[in-house]
């Protein structure tokens, strides 16, 4: 599976790339070498929504002494990460190509 590079438009990422891009890293398109993030809005909601799903029912879990709520944080968990896959990805600038202040 391969996903489109948004500057060259061409499916250059593949599924580790992708998923990377959803947990705050860069990434290089192999073809172009633009760099690619995912949305940071979107990065944000999901990054509250991994905290919110550790805390509470992590919490639960260990307080109950009780496999159902740790088997709830697990599915969260992953449904948080199919979720990253969908995550729309943008364009990022090259980093030497911020003019110079003086």
Not at 76 to 91: I, M
Request: proline share 7%; net charge positive.
């Amino acid at each position: 599976m391969k996903f489109c590079c948004p500057h060259c438009k061409k499916p250059t990422l593949s599924l580790k790339q992708k998923y990377l891009t959803g947990k705050w890293r860069e990434v290089y398109c192999p073809e172009c070498g633009g760099r690619i993030c995912a949305q940071p809005i979107v990065l944000a909601v999901l990054s509250f929504f991994y905290t919110w799903d550790v805390m509470l029912f992590g919490y639960v879990a260990l307080a109950k002494h009780s496999w159902f709520y740790f088997g709830v944080l697990a599915t969260g968990w992953l449904v948080l990460d199919l979720l990253n896959l969908t995550c729309p990805v943008s364009r990022m600038r090259p980093k030497n190509s911020n003019p110079k202040i003086t």
